[in-house]
């Protein structure tokens, strides 16, 4: 019983991280049908930022900021640099730029920096626990899961309450009818690149602090835990995207305690085919409705 | 007021528009009828900035507006309500009608609100149920609502009374005369050709994507060959 | 299978051999030049790589899904190579706990081969299957994300199967004994890949594939089942995949788990971008363009390289030009393309088929008018009752027509009437809730498109879908394909005398998107003749036509129609094209058949004027 409660807090944890990629992502591809292959490079690039800053005698409580600010940054950048461009083109054309874009960043880093990995200090309470009734729970985890709640909480209130969120969901639903309505689509386009980085810019604290450090190719893994977690609850539904990653942190968590020892590794491999399954049957997703073809 | 001419697109596969001409002054209700495939849906969303257009000139109170953006054109003070009404399902009545007004100011905004809640009573019941739940009579009043928040001074409205029973109907035709008694200037298009050319001041007939009548709405209802306009013969 | 023996079999080969030569000439001549040992290495690998790259092309070309899997079917083959070819002396030092006993078994690399291709192609089945039941299709995501997880999956297994693969530290490396000293299966295998790779694509498989990726909702509606063909060319494409992956192993002499993954994955993606997806001189070209590239790069990355005397690693170029530049660039050539060119500098351009027109072609004298046909089989179209609710609307009521071998029967109605409905109804893409059609005394009701297609149902659409990429020949040629397999009861036309009835002779080799509005109605309609239908079902042919045009349609249809023997079904809002075509027509208010009779008849009905100009409250 302790072990399962155990395992749920440590899957909330990583879900958590998983949830903010995903809505990043999601939110991206409800505005412009964009599968977002390069998500992952918002943790790569401040990642060595963060490496760069630590060097420089910064600590955390200042590199926190830094992080989400050239997140927010990285985001818009790219959108400027390479997405404008293939803008209305066919879905494609959009994915092969997004990995594309992807590949330039890791190699550049690969390129101008190093190939190897980058060490980066932990803040000193990363490793400590707390016992509560019996279990033993990681302090990194509980700080997870509650900025994540506060991140997300906020986030709701930007979409529901401002005319900012108004806009964006409009402009998710039917971007042509939002531009009658006088919607900018320049400002709409940018400004769900810009909250995709900032929800990328919280993920990328917490990763970048457990993993302890930063590779060229750091982005692959948060950038598929993203992707998966989105297609998991439906591309195109926020909600699903935040569901889908806390499905994928817990799936993970409780079959690596369920599957038997030998196979405990394939652990992710399982998770994909799980997820290549559930496409098979369900083609949108968790919270999919069944479309009609238009004909 | 809005001035087209010479207008042609060619949009897809579906109806072009061949050399159209339009006018329409201040204050008139305007009705744009003619059977189905014969472009008055391209003519507004030509208008509108939707669908690119070839050729023509579109003026609106002297300044050309051909081929700008929609969003630049609905800033212009021009509102469409589309086909299809295409309200934002997953978003409130509020909500509608609060992007409706996204190019006001917060208050201005507050006060179109209340202005819309005494229009169409049946929104103020509604405020904050999803517009994917309402009824298409009320989907109608919304998307008309909606268009009304931007304050334009021309609302084009395309086959408002599509899919909706006889009732209904009726009060779609009542709204578009209690606009007309506020002032406001309307372009509508509309299937049901007899009621438009009541209710408006003059009107278009568009058939293969060109004008073969204009008139006074009497006029054309006066007219024994409509049928044949309608038909082509 | 093959349409038409010099262009789609004698020039391909005579093509794939030019192609040949000219690569590997190419390379000769580079590794001459630069005489040493990393140029050879090169060329082999460049090699190699087109062998897959071809693979993949034969898939995402002619398919138009995007697919990251291949090198993950790669990575299944090239296993399976290793772990058959290598010495059981090798084995015991890397993998000596070996599942299934393979520490002791040994086989020659040539068995090694065939054995990774079955393996390989098991996997490639299963998941040819999901694709197919996630609906994939050209452009959508659920096929990508599918073929992302091969990709992962056999990655992840490599990784953490240490007993079978090595894992990731050590991988597997051998030396097989035959080592792969000398180019000669290369070369093989590099020709015979270029010969299947245009066979496939100029075969009827290949053909039905291409069109289904031009228009999915088109191809289906001339009889073509897209999941079929999408199969048969994931096998074939995996095939070769699969040898050169082993031959990419053998010539390594190892395996690593990354060697098969992201990086390149994207190497061969890009070299299939630039060159032009739709295409196989495309792929080549995109081989050798890229490989290039990348070696100019990585030279000029090196130290003390030297252009024009400007040392390109002093400051400040020495920013620019590094080691691993090569990597960037493919990232670079790949987002770039994408914003310039998406469609690859070929396109879809072949070089064979380039001969074949230059050379091959000859004149070609326009056929003779055909005769209308006679001895018509006498089949009736019979629908009744037929209902569809969406949600809570009720789209169709109890609605119904039938319809004659040799009549023309028109549908009108004002909009939302559900005209459009009843035809997406009998064409298999709306189910109806309730309601049964058939010809003669075969039911059709819940059959899928292709399938009524196939039974003598074809349509038209609206919007116009014709085959784009494809010439006006290919298009009606694609029809004439099914037509001769499934339609083999009837007369089927031949297919210039199709389009020379359409008159679409002098545009018959250009492409179906060049045409302009009238055109491409006519082509549309031929393409729908050629499949020999029964009946055909016209879904507002005139719409966007003026007055005249729409008058001349009518003489088009009707000639068209008898010229195959088959029944019309028109819905058009043209009143005028109704009247002058049909037969009789029936009129749709509202979701119900209100009125039915001749064109002077339905005119004449008051309910059916009201219909459409709206009735007055008062009524």
Request: glycine share 10%.
């Given at each position: 019983?302790?072990?399962?409660?155990?395992?749920?807090?440590d899957?909330?944890?990583r879900g958590?991280?998983y949830a903010?990629l995903?809505l990043?992502?999601a939110v991206v591809?409800?505005?412009m049908?964009?599968l977002?292959f390069?998500?992952?490079?918002?943790i790569?690039i401040?990642?060595?930022?963060?490496?760069?800053?630590?060097?420089?005698?910064?600590?955390w409580w200042?590199?926190i900021?830094?992080?989400v600010?050239?997140?927010?940054?990285?985001?818009?950048?790219?959108?400027?640099?390479?997405?404008?461009?293939v803008?209305?083109s066919?879905?494609?054309t959009?994915?092969?730029?997004?990995f594309?874009?992807?590949?330039?960043?890791?190699?550049?880093?690969?390129l101008?920096?190093?190939?190897?990995?980058k060490?980066?200090p932990?803040?000193?309470?990363?490793?400590k626990?707390?016992?509560?009734?019996?279990l033993?729970?990681e302090?990194f985890?509980?700080v997870?899961i509650?900025?994540?709640?506060?991140v997300?909480?906020?986030?709701t209130?930007?979409l529901?309450?401002?005319?900012?969120?108004?806009?964006?969901?409009?402009?998710?639903?039917?971007?042509d009818?939002?531009?009658?309505m006088g919607v900018n689509?320049?400002?709409?386009?940018?400004?769900?690149?810009?909250?995709?980085?900032?929800?990328?810019g919280i993920?990328?604290v917490f990763w970048i602090?457990?993993?302890g450090q930063v590779t060229p190719?750091?982005?692959?893994?948060?950038?598929?835990?993203?992707?998966l977690?989105?297609l998991?609850?439906?591309l195109?539904s926020?909600?699903?995207?935040?569901?889908?990653?806390?499905?994928l942190?817990l799936?993970?968590?409780?079959?690596?305690?369920?599957?038997?020892?030998?196979?405990q590794n394939?652990?992710?491999g399982f998770v994909f085919?799980?997820?290549?399954l559930?496409f098979i049957f369900r083609?949108?997703g968790?919270?999919s409705v069944?479309?009609?073809?238009r004909? | 007021?809005?001035?087209?001419?010479?207008?042609t697109?060619k949009?897809?596969?579906i109806?072009?528009l061949?050399?159209a001409d339009?006018t329409i002054r201040e204050g008139?209700?305007?009705g744009l009828?003619?059977?189905?495939g014969?472009?008055?849906t391209t003519?507004?969303g030509?208008i509108?900035?939707?669908i690119p257009?070839?050729s023509?000139?579109?003026t609106?109170?002297?300044?050309?507006?051909?081929s700008?953006?929609p969003?630049k054109?609905?800033r212009?003070g021009l509102a469409l309500v589309p086909?299809?009404r295409?309200?934002?399902?997953d978003?409130t009545?509020e909500?509608?009608?609060?992007?409706?007004?996204v190019?006001r100011?917060a208050?201005?905004?507050?006060?179109?609100?209340e202005e819309m809640?005494?229009?169409f009573p049946?929104?103020r019941?509604?405020?904050?149920?999803?517009?994917?739940?309402?009824?298409g009579?009320?989907?109608?009043?919304?998307?008309i609502?909606?268009?009304?928040?931007?304050k334009?001074?021309?609302?084009?409205?395309?086959?408002?009374s599509l899919?909706?029973?006889?009732i209904?109907?009726d009060?779609?035709?009542d709204?578009i005369?209690?606009?007309?008694t506020q002032?406001r200037?309307?372009?509508?298009?509309?299937?049901n050709?007899?009621?438009?050319l009541?209710a408006?001041d003059?009107a278009?007939?568009?058939?293969?994507?060109?004008v073969?009548a204009s008139?006074t709405?009497?006029?054309?209802?006066?007219?024994s060959?409509?049928f044949?306009?309608f038909?082509g013969? | 299978?093959?349409p038409?023996?010099k262009r789609?079999?004698?020039?391909p080969?005579?093509g794939s051999?030019?192609l040949?030569v000219?690569l590997l000439g190419?390379?000769l001549?580079?590794?001459?030049?630069?005489g040493?040992?990393?140029?050879?290495r090169?060329?082999?690998?460049?090699?190699i790589n087109?062998?897959?790259?071809i693979?993949?092309q034969?898939?995402?070309?002619n398919?138009?899904?995007?697919?990251f899997?291949?090198i993950?079917f790669?990575?299944?083959?090239?296993?399976?190579?290793?772990?058959?070819a290598?010495?059981p002396?090798e084995?015991?030092?890397r993998?000596p706990?070996?599942?299934?006993g393979?520490?002791?078994t040994?086989?020659?690399?040539?068995?090694?081969?065939?054995?990774?291709?079955?393996?390989?192609?098991i996997?490639?089945?299963?998941v040819g299957?999901?694709l197919?039941?996630?609906?994939?299709?050209?452009?959508?995501?659920a096929a990508t994300?599918i073929?992302?997880?091969?990709?992962?999956?056999?990655?992840?297994v490599?990784k953490?199967?240490?007993?079978?693969?090595?894992?990731?530290?050590?991988g597997?490396s051998f030396a097989?004994g035959?080592?792969?000293?000398?180019?000669w299966?290369?070369?093989l295998?590099l020709?015979?890949?270029l010969v299947?790779?245009?066979?496939?694509g100029q075969s009827r498989?290949g053909?039905?594939?291409i069109a289904?990726?031009?228009?999915?909702l088109?191809?289906?509606a001339m009889?073509?089942?897209?999941?079929?063909q999408?199969m048969?060319?994931?096998l074939i494409?995996v095939t070769v995949?699969?040898?050169?992956?082993s031959l990419?192993?053998?010539q390594i002499?190892?395996?690593?788990?990354?060697?098969?993954f992201?990086d390149y994955?994207?190497?061969t993606?890009?070299?299939?971008?630039?060159g032009g997806?739709?295409s196989?001189t495309g792929?080549?070209l995109g081989?050798?363009v890229m490989?290039?590239?990348?070696e100019l790069?990585?030279?000029l990355g090196q130290?003390?390289f030297e252009v024009?005397g400007?040392?390109?690693?002093?400051?400040?170029l020495d920013?620019?030009?590094r080691?691993?530049?090569?990597?960037?660039?493919?990232?670079?050539?790949?987002v770039?393309?994408?914003?310039?060119?998406?469609?690859?500098?070929?396109?879809?351009?072949?070089?064979?088929q380039?001969?074949?027109?230059?050379?091959?072609?000859?004149d070609?004298a326009?056929p003779?008018r055909?005769?209308e046909?006679?001895?018509?089989?006498?089949?009736?179209?019979t629908?009744?009752?037929i209902s569809?609710?969406?949600?809570?609307?009720?789209?169709l009521?109890?609605?119904?027509?039938t319809a004659?071998?040799g009549?023309?029967?028109g549908?009108?109605g004002p909009?939302?009437a559900?005209?459009?409905?009843?035809?997406?109804?009998i064409?298999g893409?709306?189910e109806?809730?309730?309601g049964h059609f058939?010809i003669g005394?075969?039911p059709?009701?819940?059959?899928a498109s292709?399938?009524?297609a196939?039974s003598?149902?074809?349509?038209?659409?609206?919007n116009l879908?014709?085959?784009?990429?494809?010439?006006?020949r290919e298009?009606?040629e694609?029809?004439?394909?099914v037509?001769?397999?499934?339609?083999?009861?009837?007369?089927?036309?031949?297919?210039?005398s199709l389009i020379s009835?359409?008159?679409?002779?002098?545009?018959?080799h250009r492409?179906?998107?060049e045409l302009d509005?009238g055109?491409s109605?006519?082509?549309e309609?031929?393409r729908a003749a050629?499949?020999?239908p029964?009946f055909?079902l016209?879904d507002e042919?005139?719409?966007?036509m003026s007055?005249t045009?729409s008058?001349t349609?009518?003489?088009q249809v009707?000639?068209?129609?008898a010229?195959?023997?088959?029944?019309?079904?028109?819905i058009?809002h043209?009143l005028?094209?109704?009247?002058?075509i049909s037969?009789?027509?029936?009129?749709?208010?509202q979701g119900r058949?209100i009125a039915?009779g001749?064109?002077?008849e339905?005119q004449?009905?008051?309910?059916?004027q009201a219909a459409?100009l709206g009735s007055l409250?008062?009524?």
């Amino acid at each position: 019983m302790s072990e399962l409660l155990q395992n749920l807090i440590d899957g909330l944890g990583r879900g958590s991280i998983y949830a903010l990629l995903a809505l990043g992502v999601a939110v991206v591809f409800g505005i412009m049908h964009l599968l977002n292959f390069a998500h992952g490079e918002l943790i790569t690039i401040p990642g060595y930022v963060t490496f760069w800053a630590f060097n420089n005698g910064w600590n955390w409580w200042s590199v926190i900021p830094l992080i989400v600010v050239v997140s927010i940054l990285s985001s818009l950048l790219i959108e400027r640099i390479a997405f404008s461009r293939v803008r209305g083109s066919k879905d494609f054309t959009m994915l092969l730029t997004s990995f594309g874009v992807h590949f330039i960043v890791s190699a550049g880093f690969l390129l101008y920096v190093s190939a190897s990995v980058k060490p980066i200090p932990r803040p000193d309470w990363f490793a400590k626990t707390v016992a509560v009734g019996g279990l033993r729970i990681e302090i990194f985890d509980l700080v997870v899961i509650a900025v994540t709640i506060v991140v997300l909480a906020g986030t709701t209130w930007l979409l529901q309450r401002t005319m900012f969120g108004l806009a964006l969901r409009a402009a998710a639903d039917d971007f042509d009818t939002a531009r009658l309505m006088g919607v900018n689509s320049n400002s709409v386009i940018r400004g769900a690149f810009a909250l995709s980085g900032f929800l990328a810019g919280i993920a990328a604290v917490f990763w970048i602090m457990r993993e302890g450090q930063v590779t060229p190719t750091a982005g692959i893994n948060p950038m598929l835990q993203g992707v998966l977690a989105a297609l998991i609850g439906g591309l195109g539904s926020l909600r699903g995207a935040v569901l889908g990653g806390f499905v994928l942190g817990l799936a993970e968590v409780l079959l690596r305690s369920w599957l038997p020892l030998g196979i405990q590794n394939l652990t992710t491999g399982f998770v994909f085919v799980m997820i290549a399954l559930l496409f098979i049957f369900r083609p949108g997703g968790l919270l999919s409705v069944p479309q009609v073809e238009r004909v | 007021m809005l001035e087209v001419s010479g207008l042609t697109t060619k949009y897809g596969a579906i109806s072009a528009l061949r050399d159209a001409d339009l006018t329409i002054r201040e204050g008139e209700v305007v009705g744009l009828i003619g059977p189905n495939g014969a472009g008055k849906t391209t003519l507004l969303g030509s208008i509108a900035g939707l669908i690119p257009v070839d050729s023509g000139k579109i003026t609106f109170s002297g300044a050309d507006i051909t081929s700008l953006a929609p969003e630049k054109i609905l800033r212009a003070g021009l509102a469409l309500v589309p086909e299809h009404r295409r309200i934002f399902s997953d978003m409130t009545v509020e909500e509608n009608l609060k992007i409706g007004g996204v190019t006001r100011n917060a208050s201005e905004r507050a006060t179109l609100l209340e202005e819309m809640a005494d229009l169409f009573p049946v929104l103020r019941d509604k405020w904050e149920t999803a517009a994917g739940y309402m009824s298409g009579g009320e989907a109608q009043q919304l998307a008309i609502a909606r268009a009304l928040m931007s304050k334009p001074k021309l609302i084009m409205m395309d086959e408002p009374s599509l899919g909706l029973a006889p009732i209904l109907v009726d009060l779609v035709f009542d709204l578009i005369d209690t606009l007309r008694t506020q002032g406001r200037t309307i372009l509508v298009v509309e299937q049901n050709a007899t009621r438009m050319l009541r209710a408006a001041d003059r009107a278009y007939v568009l058939r293969s994507g060109e004008v073969v009548a204009s008139g006074t709405g009497s006029e054309l209802l006066e007219r024994s060959d409509l049928f044949d306009t309608f038909v082509g013969r | 299978m093959f349409p038409n023996t010099k262009r789609d079999i004698v020039f391909p080969i005579i093509g794939s051999a030019v192609l040949f030569v000219i690569l590997l000439g190419g390379g000769l001549i580079y590794q001459t030049i630069i005489g040493n040992g990393s140029a050879e290495r090169l060329i082999t690998t460049m090699l190699i790589n087109a062998i897959i790259v071809i693979g993949i092309q034969i898939y995402i070309g002619n398919t138009g899904i995007l697919s990251f899997g291949h090198i993950g079917f790669g990575a299944i083959a090239g296993y399976a190579f290793a772990v058959y070819a290598i010495s059981p002396d090798e084995k015991l030092k890397r993998i000596p706990n070996a599942p299934f006993g393979l520490t002791e078994t040994q086989v020659s690399p040539i068995f090694a081969i065939m054995i990774a291709v079955g393996v390989a192609l098991i996997f490639a089945f299963i998941v040819g299957i999901g694709l197919a039941r996630s609906g994939a299709q050209s452009g959508a995501v659920a096929a990508t994300v599918i073929t992302l997880a091969v990709l992962f999956v056999t990655h992840e297994v490599a990784k953490s199967w240490p007993e079978l693969t090595g894992g990731n530290r050590g991988g597997v490396s051998f030396a097989i004994g035959a080592s792969l000293g000398s180019r000669w299966p290369i070369l093989l295998v590099l020709f015979a890949a270029l010969v299947v790779a245009r066979l496939y694509g100029q075969s009827r498989s290949g053909r039905l594939a291409i069109a289904a990726r031009e228009d999915n909702l088109a191809a289906r509606a001339m009889g073509v089942n897209p999941l079929v063909q999408q199969m048969v060319a994931l096998l074939i494409s995996v095939t070769v995949v699969a040898v050169g992956s082993s031959l990419r192993v053998w010539q390594i002499g190892s395996i690593l788990p990354d060697r098969f993954f992201f990086d390149y994955t994207m190497l061969t993606l890009v070299m299939l971008i630039v060159g032009g997806r739709n295409s196989v001189t495309g792929a080549v070209l995109g081989v050798a363009v890229m490989t290039s590239a990348r070696e100019l790069a990585r030279r000029l990355g090196q130290n003390g390289f030297e252009v024009f005397g400007i040392g390109l690693d002093e400051p400040p170029l020495d920013w620019i030009f590094r080691e691993n530049l090569n990597s960037v660039v493919l990232g670079v050539a790949m987002v770039g393309f994408m914003i310039w060119r998406p469609t690859g500098i070929l396109e879809d351009w072949e070089f064979d088929q380039w001969l074949y027109r230059k050379f091959g072609r000859g004149d070609e004298a326009e056929p003779e008018r055909m005769d209308e046909l006679e001895d018509i089989p006498d089949v009736r179209f019979t629908a009744s009752d037929i209902s569809v609710s969406f949600g809570g609307f009720q789209a169709l009521s109890d609605a119904g027509i039938t319809a004659a071998s040799g009549e023309v029967v028109g549908i009108i109605g004002p909009n939302g009437a559900g005209k459009t409905t009843f035809v997406n109804v009998i064409t298999g893409m709306v189910e109806a809730t309730d309601g049964h059609f058939s010809i003669g005394d075969r039911p059709l009701e819940g059959k899928a498109s292709f399938e009524l297609a196939r039974s003598g149902l074809v349509r038209t659409f609206q919007n116009l879908r014709l085959f784009g990429a494809l010439t006006v020949r290919e298009n009606v040629e694609t029809a004439s394909l099914v037509a001769r397999e499934h339609r083999s009861d009837r007369t089927v036309r031949d297919v210039d005398s199709l389009i020379s009835e359409a008159g679409l002779w002098e545009h018959r080799h250009r492409r179906a998107r060049e045409l302009d509005y009238g055109n491409s109605r006519r082509l549309e309609l031929a393409r729908a003749a050629a499949m020999a239908p029964s009946f055909m079902l016209l879904d507002e042919p005139t719409s966007g036509m003026s007055d005249t045009e729409s008058v001349t349609m009518i003489e088009q249809v009707r000639h068209m129609a008898a010229t195959v023997g088959a029944g019309v079904i028109v819905i058009d809002h043209d009143l005028g094209f109704i009247t002058g075509i049909s037969d009789r027509i029936y009129v749709f208010d509202q979701g119900r058949v209100i009125a039915e009779g001749t064109p002077g008849e339905v005119q004449a009905n008051k309910a059916v004027q009201a219909a459409y100009l709206g009735s007055l409250a008062e009524d």
